[in-house]
């Protein structure tokens, strides 16, 4: 079974610019969460999307948004980019509650805003 | 969501067991305790999960006494490789999927 897919590994920004990511979950799985990861604030909940649906939000500002598709690929949108950020972005995805297996990880997308 | 405390860093020796204590006080009845290993620029890798007593998986174990408000992740013979950064949470599957990780434990085992 292939794993979570995130696109692109690496990507370079200016700052003022928008920036889209994206993640291909698990095949079956209906869950996908983004988290972003600065050696800082460390491992951070952006938002939860089920069936093209936004189940959760964490504590980030409206520049950060995301998406869902039918197909359960997911995207996730930053605009205004500012120096801060600059982070790895993971996607998560999870299939059927109780699997027991909690979330599989992508390798994430390195993002640098200079 | 309960809040989980973990020791920031720890250090062993390969072949030594290791065992890694987290606290949630605050745990509710219907949470699971969940552990993940992330490797640095990597995402986190799910270890082991479970609800009371004892979980055993060919990668580790996990031990949750009765009164669920700590548990500890052992990992059998460690090696060079297992060196990494373990994470601790605690939350319901049924009713919310947001995990909130905390700043996990920073593991290094030496030769």
């Known amino acids: 079974k292939a794993g979570v897919t995130q696109t692109p590994r690496y990507l370079i920004k200016t700052r003022g610019q928008q920036v889209t990511l994206s993640c291909s979950p698990i095949?079956?799985?209906?869950?996908v969460s983004w988290y972003q990861q600065t050696p800082g604030q460390g491992l951070q909940f952006l938002f939860e999307?089920?069936?093209?649906?936004?189940?959760n939000k964490g504590n980030f500002p409206g520049r950060f948004s995301g998406r869902q598709f039918s197909n359960s690929r997911s995207e996730m949108n930053v605009s205004t980019l500012e120096l801060g950020d600059s982070a790895l972005y993971l996607c998560?995805?999870?299939?059927?509650?109780?699997?027991?297996?909690?979330?599989?990880f992508g390798s994430g997308t390195r993002l640098t805003v200079v | 969501l309960a809040k989980t405390t973990q020791p920031i860093s720890m250090d062993s020796y390969e072949g030594q067991e290791v065992n890694i204590t987290c606290s949630h006080n605050?745990?509710?009845?219907?949470?699971?305790i969940t552990w993940y290993q992330q490797f640095p620029s990597q995402g986190p890798r799910f270890i082991i999960q479970?609800?009371?007593t004892k979980v055993t998986n060919e990668v580790a174990s996990l031990f949750i006494p009765a009164d669920r408000k700590s548990s500890t992740l052992s990992l059998p013979r460690v090696s060079l490789s297992d060196t990494a950064v373990y994470y601790c949470?605690?939350?319901?599957?049924?009713?919310?999927?947001?995990?909130?990780f905390g700043a996990g434990t920073r593991l290094t085992v030496k030769p």
């Open positions: 998560a995805s999870r299939g059927a509650i109780l699997e027991g297996y909690g979330y599989t």
């Open positions: 095949s079956g799985h209906r869950s």
């Open positions: 999307y089920f069936s093209e649906t936004q189940r």
């Open positions: 605050n745990i509710a009845t219907n949470d699971y």
């Open positions: 479970g609800y009371k």
């Open positions: 949470l605690v939350g319901d599957q049924i009713v919310s999927n947001d995990m909130r």
